[in-house]
């Protein structure tokens, strides 16, 4: 029986984690953990019987705590409970699918417990990935991605020599502005942004892939989980999302990983690694498919990727600033307080403003965050 724990369990990941595990019956939930969504976190208690359950806002935990009751669940609320949770004794994989970087001392948290990480929560090594990969080596725990285009990669070096790696090549589907120019992105709404055209993901990775600001994020993230510079991350423009990335060798050979926009095979393949599972649903139909295309990425009309290899060169804490005036921007799109293309050009001021630490700690990361909210609160969201 594997044990697991899983941190974002209202949210997109989280719920197709739940998915897997109700489809196979030698996986058990040992604790799960959500934002406010107490109506669907109280459903997953009663069907999966976790040991503790954490909300992070404690009046909201009050009341899931009186809605649930009858059940032998302890409930636990802020970054206390969210570390109890992600750290669970019984515990052997977390997934990590909080948003944000709320996720990053949870994870911490597990691997010094000795647990293995399922990544989903991207800010975690694009902040902090100078402390998270030399923590999984000291304490021998693995970092499996479950992002569609890490897994791919993952599946792609099984069995290969990181040493031998030529480049990484990340595919991304375009999102649905593909081909547009700023001019024509200036009137774009929340719902047109919202509509993507392959995969099914949560509100805010969804505005991500439409800036190509997700891509970036994947760029700095595939650096440390696969140990390469930057500059050998070269994103792909593959429309169809068929391809999910590709990696070339020092002898010119290339491996891709192919399947349908499936996010719970990832899911599933980090769950049960180095063994693959059945996973019912569509497969691909090559026939039907008839032709998969690709293109270079727009990094004039989506300035979010090309701003993401400039902070990724030069590290320190502008990763961190970064993906903070992202996280910012995308809530205040969503809230409609400022338009679509003021996203990247938040992110960009924000870089140049945000003093500048070499080699951050896991504090003056946090620091960092909150330096970055403040400045924007100051100019944007009044």
């Given at each position: 029986?594997?044990?697991?724990?899983?941190?974002g369990?209202?949210?997109?990941?989280?719920?197709?984690t739940?998915?897997?595990v109700?489809?196979?019956?030698?996986?058990?939930?040992?604790?799960?953990?959500?934002?406010?969504?107490?109506?669907?976190l109280?459903?997953?208690?009663?069907?999966?019987?976790?040991?503790?359950?954490?909300?992070?806002?404690?009046?909201?935990?009050?009341?899931?705590?009186?809605?649930?009751?009858?059940?032998?669940?302890?409930?636990?609320?802020?970054?206390?409970?969210?570390?109890?949770a992600?750290?669970?004794?019984?515990?052997e994989?977390?997934?990590?699918?909080?948003?944000?970087?709320?996720?990053?001392?949870?994870?911490?948290?597990?691997?010094?417990?000795?647990?293995?990480?399922?990544?989903?929560?991207?800010e975690?090594?694009?902040?902090?990935?100078?402390?998270?990969m030399?923590?999984?080596?000291?304490?021998?725990?693995?970092?499996?991605?479950?992002?569609?285009?890490?897994?791919?990669?993952?599946?792609?070096?099984?069995?290969?020599?990181?040493k031998?790696?030529?480049?990484?090549?990340?595919?991304?589907?375009?999102?649905?502005?593909?081909?547009?120019?700023?001019?024509e992105?200036r009137?774009?709404?929340?719902e047109?942004a919202?509509?993507?055209?392959?995969?099914?993901?949560?509100?805010?990775?969804?505005?991500?892939?439409?800036?190509?600001?997700?891509?970036?994020?994947?760029?700095?993230?595939?650096?440390?989980?696969?140990?390469?510079?930057?500059?050998d991350?070269?994103?792909?423009?593959?429309?169809?999302?068929?391809?999910?990335?590709?990696?070339?060798?020092?002898?010119?050979?290339?491996?891709?990983?192919?399947?349908?926009?499936?996010?719970?095979?990832?899911?599933?393949?980090?769950?049960y690694?180095?063994?693959?599972?059945h996973?019912?649903?569509?497969?691909?139909?090559?026939?039907?498919?008839?032709?998969?295309?690709?293109?270079?990425?727009?990094m004039?009309?989506?300035?979010?990727?090309?701003?993401?290899?400039?902070?990724g060169?030069?590290?320190?804490?502008?990763?961190?600033?970064?993906?903070?005036?992202?996280?910012?921007?995308?809530?205040?799109?969503?809230?409609?307080?400022?338009?679509?293309?003021d996203?990247?050009?938040?992110?960009?001021?924000?870089?140049?403003?945000?003093?500048?630490?070499?080699?951050?700690?896991?504090?003056?990361?946090?620091e960092?965050?909150?330096?970055?909210?403040?400045?924007?609160?100051?100019?944007?969201?009044?």
């Amino acid at each position: 029986m594997k044990q697991i724990a899983v941190l974002g369990s209202t949210g997109s990941i989280g719920t197709q984690t739940l998915e897997v595990v109700r489809a196979n019956s030698d996986i058990k939930v040992v604790s799960l953990a959500a934002g406010s969504n107490i109506e669907l976190l109280e459903q997953q208690i009663r069907e999966f019987k976790p040991k503790v359950a954490c909300v992070w806002r404690e009046e909201k935990a009050r009341e899931l705590k009186e809605k649930v009751s009858d059940l032998p669940v302890t409930i636990t609320s802020g970054m206390e409970g969210l570390i109890e949770a992600a750290a669970a004794e019984e515990a052997e994989i977390v997934v990590t699918a909080v948003v944000g970087m709320i996720g990053i001392r949870p994870t911490i948290a597990a691997m010094e417990a000795g647990k293995d990480i399922a990544l989903a929560n991207k800010e975690t090594l694009v902040t902090a990935g100078h402390i998270i990969m030399p923590l999984a080596e000291e304490k021998h725990v693995r970092i499996l991605p479950v992002d569609s285009e890490h897994s791919a990669i993952f599946q792609c070096l099984n069995g290969e020599e990181k040493k031998e790696i030529s480049r990484i090549l990340l595919t991304a589907s375009g999102g649905p502005f593909r081909g547009k120019t700023r001019e024509e992105m200036r009137a774009i709404r929340v719902e047109d942004a919202l509509k993507h055209p392959n995969w099914a993901m949560g509100r805010k990775i969804t505005i991500d892939s439409s800036t190509m600001v997700n891509k970036g994020l994947e760029v700095m993230e595939a650096k440390w989980l696969f140990g390469v510079g930057l500059d050998d991350v070269e994103v792909v423009v593959q429309p169809q999302s068929i391809i999910h990335s590709m990696v070339e060798f020092s002898d010119g050979a290339v491996m891709a990983q192919l399947g349908t926009p499936d996010m719970k095979l990832p899911i599933q393949y980090a769950l049960y690694y180095p063994h693959r599972r059945h996973l019912g649903g569509k497969r691909l139909d090559f026939a039907a498919l008839s032709k998969i295309t690709f293109e270079a990425p727009d990094m004039v009309n989506f300035p979010g990727l090309r701003l993401a290899y400039e902070v990724g060169r030069k590290g320190g804490s502008a990763p961190t600033v970064f993906n903070a005036a992202n996280e910012m921007a995308v809530g205040l799109f969503l809230d409609r307080k400022i338009g679509y293309l003021d996203i990247t050009d938040i992110i960009e001021k924000a870089v140049e403003e945000i003093p500048f630490k070499e080699q951050p700690t896991l504090n003056e990361i946090l620091e960092t965050e909150q330096a970055t909210y403040e400045f924007i609160k100051g100019r944007w969201s009044d």
